[in-house]
Structure formats: C-alpha cells, structure tokens
C-alpha cells in the first residue's frame, strides 16, 4: 500500500528530513506512487547527503527515465559512474538507455565492459543477447546466452537462449535447450509452458499435448494451460476438449482467446447459437484478434445468417495482416456470395 507508505515516510521526514535513509525511503515512496519530479528532487537532496555513495544519482536516474527525460538520466548515471567507475546498476542502466536510444554500438562496447569487470556474473552476457536479439542479429545473440547458460544453468538462462534460438529458426535447438533444463528441473512451469508452446507452433501436437496435460497437473488453475490444452484436444478430435474449454472459460470468462476457444468447439459440435453468441463476445473483447473474427463469421454462415456473415468476411479480409485461416476465409466467402 504505497499511498500509506508514503504519509508514513513523509511523516518521519518532517522529523528526520537530512536522514540519508527517511530520504532513500521518500523518494522510492514517491517514485512508486507516481511522484516523479518530487522523487528526482528527493533522489538529487539524498545524492547531497552521501556524495560518497553511486545510488542516490542512479535512482534519479530511474526517476528520469520514468518522466522519458532521457538526457537526464543519462547525465545522472554518468554522475554515478564517476563516483564509481564499477558500480553495476548503473552500467545496466547505461546500457539500455543506449539500445533504447538505438545507440547499439555504445551499448554493445557497455555490455561486454561488464562482461569484463563481472566474468562471474551473467548480466554482461544477457545484456549482449538482448542487443543482438533486438536487432535480429540472431548468431551473436544465441552465443551471448549460451555463455550465460553455461555460467549460470537455471529457467532464465535456459528461456532466453531457447528464445533466441527459436527466433532464429533452430527449432530442434530451441526444444533441446528446454528439455535439457527440465530434466534437471522437471517443476519449472515457466519453461515447461515455453516448451508446450514451442511444441504446439511446430504442430507436434501429441508431444504438446502431453506437456500441457504435464502442466495441468502442476497447474490446475490455470485458464491458459487449460485453454490450449483444449484447443489441442479439439484439433485431435479428443472428446476431452469441450469439458478443457468449459473449465478454462469458468476460472477466466473474460479472456477473448478462452472465449474463443470455447464459442468456436460449441460450434463445431452443433451447439451453433450458444457458440455464435461466445463468439460475439469474444470479438468484442478483442476486435484486432483476426482469427477470432473468423471464426465469428463462420459461426454466423453456420446459424444461417449469410449477408452478416458475408460482411464480417469481406471486412476481415480487406485487412493486409496475415492470420492462419486467410484461405479458409476465401473459400467462405465464395460460398456465401453463391
């Protein structure tokens, strides 16, 4: 409760106001509760009071960039540095005020420097994936993370480099990096969930389906383990899909992408304005979704509703972005205009 926190510091600052830590504690109080100009004035009076100390110009920092005063920020975190040439936090930061300024030369030089004051430490290296990743310069990328995996093996050293990986189109690689952490760690959900994913893109859906069904277990409650595990079991005609899809729907009712999922299996099925009627809320909720509007427009050409159905169509695919079921939309339409 930071409105609480904040009375309670601004309080003991009336009584304690050269404190360096009542300061520290006001200008994170007001950094978090959206006080930003207060925080970097906060942050500036701390730096005063301990000169010694690299933190309190790295916190303005924060607060600079937070108020998208990048100039500032950059000026602070230089203050910190030059109190202390190695002080961790603000090398970061310098970094990625740089890749965010697209100034990726500079930031690449910054995380190998850290690379070099910190060799134990992985920061440096995910750094440098980061920046090779942000500019799809996918080689430099992968060898950065397999560094910091091999320094430090754990769920996000293993997601990163499987990320990069399968970015860069080395789909086996991705897969094997993944389940070579989960042998060692078969509870990691997060990784285990990237796996299910990875899985179900590359339409291996028996082995996506047992790591989803793996994850049900671990997870029961979760709307979006239950939602895809649905979807699999509907592409595979597994009468266990519709109850999948009712539980997802039950613990997330307004998630446009289990609305979906639910509409579009009733539909299937027969159960067509009950599914035509979920199918409009879920287009609703998330108008963007391009296969959701599909699906909206099938269900409507189900129910009989042509003209509609034949409008939602040719509104979707007057629309350049790509979805997976373009062709099947073409192929309705032509039936609905006949």
Do not use: C
Request: hydrophobic share 45%; no cysteine.
């Amino acid at each position: 409760d930071n409105a609480k926190a904040l009375t309670v510091v601004k309080k003991l600052a009336t009584v304690k106001p050269d404190d360096p830590q009542v300061v520290r504690a006001l200008g994170v109080a007001q950094a978090n509760g959206g006080e930003t100009a207060n925080a970097i004035a906060t942050f500036k009076k701390l730096a005063a009071l301990a000169p010694k100390s690299p933190e309190p110009w790295y916190l303005a920092a924060m607060a600079q960039g937070a108020a998208k005063d990048a100039k500032a920020a950059a000026e602070s975190l230089d203050k910190a540095l030059a109190i202390q040439s190695n002080y961790l936090p603000a090398l970061v930061a310098k970094v990625q005020l740089q890749q965010q300024a697209q100034k990726f030369d500079e930031a690449l030089a910054g995380a190998r420097n850290i690379q070099a004051l910190y060799p134990d430490q992985v920061t440096g290296y995910l750094l440098e994936g980061e920046l090779g990743l942000r500019q799809k310069d996918y080689a430099p990328a992968i060898a950065a993370y397999q560094t910091a995996y091999a320094k430090t093996p754990n769920g996000e050293t293993a997601l990163r480099l499987a990320n990069a990986q399968w970015q860069a189109g080395e789909r086996d690689p991705a897969l094997a990096t993944l389940r070579q952490w989960l042998t060692s760690e078969p509870k990691d959900a997060r990784a285990r969930l990237a796996l299910a994913v990875y899985l179900q893109e590359a339409q291996r859906r028996p082995e996506a389906i047992a790591e989803y069904e793996q994850l049900a277990k671990q997870a029961p409650e979760n709307a979006a383990v239950l939602n895809n595990l649905a979807w699999l079991y509907f592409e595979v005609n597994d009468q266990r899909a519709l109850p999948y899809a009712e539980r997802a729907h039950d613990r997330a009712p307004d998630r446009a992408d289990v609305i979906d999922t639910l509409g579009w299996i009733l539909v299937q099925r027969g159960e067509t304005l009950r599914g035509l009627e979920l199918l409009q809320k879920a287009a609703a909720q998330d108008p963007k979704q391009l296969s959701i509007r599909y699906h909206l427009a099938a269900a409507y050409a189900k129910a009989g509703r042509k003209d509609t159905a034949r409008q939602e169509l040719e509104t979707l695919l007057s629309n350049p972005d790509a979805f997976p079921e373009r062709e099947d939309a073409r192929k309705l339409l032509e039936s609905v205009r006949n």
